[in-house]
Structure formats: structure tokens, C-alpha cells
């Protein structure tokens, strides 16, 4: 059988509310008012249990009337007691259980986050036991215990949460340094699923250079010309690539225009939904224009996910006359 700790403090708090009682019955002389006796031992164990277990399996915090029923009956337990016993008794072991009952009722409201009625409770035991017994001779009959027992449980409560605090949030952080180390190594496969992909593509035509030690005819160097930029695109922009778009690529490259690809991480905060709608405007930019060289930037900009350049002349030109296109994709979805 499983036992939390919440289930074995409501035992050992049930266990000393049961055993306080106990000592109240066990009279070794008559009480002058046996009745008012009973009755403040009935009320106490009424309350205190109630302070226990009243909505424990659903909430710690106690409710707010259980708290206030339990700060009014402890004013009410040490007048009954003392009002039932003849004055020459209210010292005996059975008339002052009511100071360790109290101070029990008073550790319940710390542990149940009552922690201003539980002080109250301590309180008015400290004012009745002074009144009824004298402060000195209260403190040499326990008071000095319910008092550091309430104390060390308002310690113990606040060590607690605050240890449940700093263990949810390391909870937090542990889940969200799981979720990034996941993504990265998703990325790191895909990354080199692509670069794999590449080479598939680039290897032949690479080892044929090798062999023929450079001496290839025309078509030969077109396809090592396409090959090595679909290589360097896995590895510059693979964020940027799709079919549609390797394909609107490979068709500028065969028209003889000079194609760069720079991925910034423009792309890394955007969900795959916008990432697919974004490739296939890309490829669609590349398709329904011509220009001799084009530059695609992918960088990290709170607005502008992607941003095509496409020039007149594949040189050095810098005027804006030498820009045929420029268009930008946005992040997020244009609002119309």
C-alpha cells in the first residue's frame, strides 16, 4: 500500500487530536461542571477533525469558514474547560490539555495554508492560558511547545512550497532544454539527410570530373555546374528547399543565371504550415521572372522571412537600375 506524505500527516494529526481528547476524558478528579468538560472536548474533536480533513483530498488550502469555526472555537475550549474544573485543579494534567490541543489546532492551519488563523490560535492560547493559569506557569505546562511546534511547521511549509517551486520549474527548464536538444538532433538528420541527398546527385557527376580529369564536353559541365550549386544549396539553404523550389533553381541555372542561396535561420520560428506556403512562393517568384543572377536571403528579421533579389547582369552592379526583382515574403500571413 502506497502512503504519501499528505496521508501520513493526516494520520499523525488525527492520532494527536485523538490523544489530546483522550487526556481531557481522563479525569482523576470530578470536574464541578462534567458537562461543559464533554462539551469542549465534543467541540474540539468536531473541529479539529474537521480542520484536517474538510476538502483535503481536493485542496491543501483550508476552507475559509472551517478556518474561521476553528479560530472561534478555540477561545470557546479553554473557557469551557476552565469553567468545569474547581480552581484548585486547572493545573492537573487533564485541565490543561486544551494547550496542546490548541496548539495542534493552530499547527493544522499553518499546514493547511491558513498561516494568519493559525497565529490567532496561538494567540488566544497564550492570552487564555495567561489569564486562566498565570503566564509563567502556562509556559512550564507546554505552552512553550505548541508555540515552537506551530513556528517549526510554518518553516517547514514555506521550505516546502518553495522547494515544489524550484522543482517545477527545473521541471520547466529540463522539459525545455529535452525539447530543444530533440529539435536539434531532427535537424541535425535532416540537415544530413540532405547533404546525403546532394551527394547522391553531385557524386556522379563529381567522380566523372575526376576521371576525366576535367576534360568534359558541354553538357557534361552543365550538370557539374548544377550539381555543385544543388550541393552548396543543401548546405547554405536547406530550410528554403523544396522540390518545387530546387526545380525552379535548376531551371535558372540552365538558362545561364547565377543562383545564391543564404539561409540566416529566417525560417526557425516559423510552424511548417507557413514554411510550405512560403517555398512555393519562392519557386513561383523564380518561375515568373528572368533575371541573370539571383540572390535568395533568408535572414532573421521580425517581418521579412525571405527576400529575392533578382539582377539584370550577373557582375558587380549596385544601382537600382540593375534590379529586376525584388520581392519579399513575409512571416506571417498578410492581412488583406
Given at each position: 500500500?502506497?502512503?504519501?506524505?499528505?496521508?501520513?500527516?493526516?494520520?499523525?494529526?488525527?492520532?494527536?487530536?485523538?490523544?489530546?481528547?483522550?487526556?481531557?476524558?481522563?479525569?482523576?478528579?470530578?470536574?464541578?461542571?462534567?458537562?461543559?468538560?464533554?462539551?469542549?472536548?465534543?467541540?474540539?474533536?468536531?473541529?479539529?477533525?474537521?480542520?484536517?480533513?474538510?476538502?483535503s483530498a481536493t485542496s491543501v488550502r483550508m476552507p475559509l469558514w472551517v478556518a474561521l469555526v476553528t479560530l472561534v472555537s478555540s477561545?470557546?475550549?479553554?473557557?469551557?474547560?476552565?469553567?468545569?474544573?474547581?480552581?484548585?485543579?486547572?493545573?492537573?494534567?487533564?485541565?490543561?490539555?486544551?494547550?496542546?490541543?490548541?496548539?495542534?489546532?493552530?499547527?493544522?492551519?499553518?499546514?493547511?495554508?491558513?498561516?494568519?488563523?493559525?497565529?490567532?490560535?496561538?494567540?488566544?492560547?497564550?492570552?487564555?492560558?495567561?489569564?486562566?493559569?498565570?503566564?509563567?506557569?502556562?509556559?512550564?505546562?507546554?505552552?512553550?511547545?505548541?508555540?515552537?511546534?506551530?513556528?517549526?511547521?510554518?518553516?517547514?511549509?514555506?521550505?516546502?512550497?518553495?522547494?515544489?517551486?524550484?522543482?517545477?520549474?527545473?521541471?520547466?527548464?529540463?522539459?525545455?532544454?529535452?525539447?530543444?536538444?530533440?529539435?536539434?538532433?531532427?535537424?541535425?538528420?535532416?540537415?544530413?539527410?540532405?547533404?546525403?541527398?546532394?551527394?547522391?546527385?553531385?557524386?556522379?557527376?563529381?567522380?566523372?570530373?575526376?576521371?576525366?580529369?576535367?576534360?568534359?564536353?558541354?553538357?557534361?559541365?552543365?550538370?557539374?555546374?548544377?550539381?555543385?550549386?544543388?550541393?552548396?544549396?543543401?548546405?547554405?539553404?536547406?530550410?528554403?528547399?523544396?522540390?518545387?523550389?530546387?526545380?525552379?533553381?535548376?531551371?535558372?541555372?540552365?538558362?545561364?543565371?547565377?543562383?545564391?542561396?543564404?539561409?540566416?535561420?529566417?525560417?526557425?520560428?516559423?510552424?511548417?504550415?507557413?514554411?510550405?506556403?512560403?517555398?512555393?512562393?519562392?519557386?513561383?517568384?523564380?518561375?515568373?521572372?528572368?533575371?541573370?543572377?539571383?540572390?535568395?536571403?533568408?535572414?532573421?528579421?521580425?517581418?521579412?522571412?525571405?527576400t529575392v533579389v533578382g539582377r539584370a547582369g550577373a557582375g558587380g552592379q549596385s544601382d537600382d537600375d540593375a534590379v529586376d526583382v525584388?520581392?519579399?515574403?513575409?512571416?506571417?500571413?498578410?492581412?488583406?
Amino acid at each position: 500500500m502506497n502512503r504519501t506524505v499528505r496521508s501520513v500527516a493526516t494520520s499523525l494529526a488525527v492520532g494527536f487530536a485523538m490523544y489530546f481528547a483522550a487526556r481531557g476524558v481522563w479525569w482523576i478528579e470530578q470536574p464541578t461542571g462534567p458537562l461543559l468538560m464533554v462539551a469542549a472536548i465534543g467541540l474540539y474533536l468536531v473541529v479539529v477533525n474537521a480542520a484536517i480533513l474538510w476538502d483535503s483530498a481536493t485542496s491543501v488550502r483550508m476552507p475559509l469558514w472551517v478556518a474561521l469555526v476553528t479560530l472561534v472555537s478555540s477561545v470557546l475550549i479553554p473557557i469551557l474547560v476552565t469553567f468545569s474544573l474547581d480552581p484548585l485543579t486547572l493545573t492537573a494534567p487533564f485541565a490543561t490539555w486544551y494547550i496542546g490541543a490548541l496548539g495542534l489546532m493552530g499547527i493544522v492551519c499553518i499546514v493547511r495554508r491558513r498561516f494568519v488563523i493559525g497565529w490567532l490560535v496561538v494567540l488566544i492560547l497564550v492570552v487564555a492560558s495567561s489569564v486562566f493559569l498565570g503566564f509563567f506557569v502556562a509556559l512550564s505546562l507546554g505552552l512553550v511547545g505548541s508555540f515552537m511546534w506551530v513556528a517549526v511547521a510554518h518553516l517547514l511549509v514555506m521550505f516546502w512550497d518553495r522547494a515544489v517551486r524550484d522543482t517545477e520549474r527545473l521541471a520547466g527548464i529540463q522539459q525545455a532544454v529535452s525539447a530543444w536538444h530533440a529539435t536539434q538532433q531532427v535537424r541535425q538528420k535532416e540537415r544530413r539527410l540532405r547533404t546525403q541527398f546532394a551527394l547522391a546527385v553531385a557524386g556522379p557527376v563529381l567522380s566523372r570530373a575526376v576521371a576525366s580529369r576535367g576534360a568534359l564536353d558541354a553538357e557534361e559541365r552543365l550538370q557539374a555546374r548544377l550539381a555543385e550549386g544543388r550541393l552548396r544549396d543543401e548546405l547554405r539553404g536547406a530550410d528554403l528547399l523544396n522540390d518545387a523550389v530546387r526545380d525552379a533553381i535548376e531551371d535558372a541555372r540552365r538558362r545561364g543565371a547565377v543562383v545564391t542561396v543564404f539561409d540566416e535561420g529566417g525560417l526557425a520560428d516559423v510552424d511548417e504550415m507557413r514554411r510550405a506556403v512560403i517555398r512555393d512562393e519562392l519557386a513561383r517568384v523564380l518561375r515568373e521572372a528572368d533575371a541573370e543572377r539571383w540572390i535568395i536571403r533568408a535572414a532573421r528579421d521580425p517581418v521579412t522571412a525571405v527576400t529575392v533579389v533578382g539582377r539584370a547582369g550577373a557582375g558587380g552592379q549596385s544601382d537600382d537600375d540593375a534590379v529586376d526583382v525584388f520581392h519579399e515574403i513575409p512571416r506571417e500571413v498578410p492581412e488583406h
